[in-house]
């Protein structure tokens, strides 16, 4: 079964606004939440991470939020922009190193 | 610094034949991933790999599919008598730290687009 469940699939947003992400999970020995970028033909990026002893994290116009009560996390891209456009996906892991991936979010930045 | 390098980047075999796929991690990497991306899909952890030793590979298909990665060259991901089904994108993944270890952090290379006929 899908371990991360990731919405939306797929993402329109104007440029200068907010691009949100949303991923939830079930399992609570998931310890360490990663945000990959990919752009077509490339491998994916790490972009930001966050640890649940944390609520929120931001780096750049990105920024993690983090509800471990709800087993939810979400991007929040702020300014998008239309080089912004790509594919994003969350994951979690253990300590076991497996990671998890969500099914992946297409967001479109209209100029 | 060079990233994680995979080779070829794009492979087409025909049925019944097999793919090999190889991946040089970072420098200083010793732990390697490989993982299957299908179309409009997410990443499928496939095997977890360390030097000449196989440490999950829990997501690797039972039958066709190995992997090695020795202690010396790159790793290996390994397909016999490929079908139509194993055409996808292949990614390696290094980490500088491996089991046990808490938040740690995974580098992608460029992928392997195979593409079976």
């Known amino acids: 079964q899908q371990q991360v469940k990731q919405s939306p699939q797929s993402l329109i947003v104007q440029k200068g606004g907010i691009s949100i992400i949303n991923c939830a999970y079930e399992n609570t020995a998931f310890d360490y939440f990663p945000w990959y970028q990919q752009f077509p033909g490339k491998g994916p990026a790490l972009l930001i991470a966050?640890?649940?002893?944390?609520s929120e994290k931001k780096e750049g116009r990105f920024t993690i939020s983090f509800n471990k009560s709800a087993k939810q996390f979400s991007l929040h891209i702020m300014d998008s922009q239309p080089g912004d456009s790509a594919t994003y996906f969350c994951?979690?892991?253990?300590?076991?190193?497996?990671?998890?991936f969500g099914t992946g979010t297409s967001l479109t930045v209209i100029p | 610094n060079a990233g994680v390098m995979q080779n070829p980047r794009h492979l087409v075999r025909r049925r019944g034949q097999e793919a090999r796929l190889r991946c040089s991690p970072m420098?200083?990497?010793?732990?390697v991933y490989w993982y299957r991306q299908l179309p409009e899909e997410g990443l499928k952890f496939m095997v977890y790999?360390?030097?000449?030793?196989?440490?999950?590979e829990s997501g690797m298909p039972k039958e066709r599919f190995s992997a090695e990665f020795p202690k010396e060259g790159p790793s290996i991901l390994r397909i016999q008598q490929v079908v139509r089904g194993d055409s996808a994108a292949y990614f390696c993944?290094?980490?500088?730290?491996?089991?046990?270890?808490?938040?740690?952090?995974?580098?992608f290379g460029p992928g392997t687009r195979l593409t079976v006929t």
């Open positions: 790999l360390q030097k000449e030793n196989i440490i999950d």
């Open positions: 420098k200083g990497h010793s732990h």
């Open positions: 994951a979690a892991n253990t300590s076991s190193n497996q990671f998890y």
């Open positions: 993944a290094s980490s500088p730290r491996g089991q046990g270890s808490q938040s740690y952090e995974q580098y």
């Open positions: 966050i640890r649940p002893d944390v």
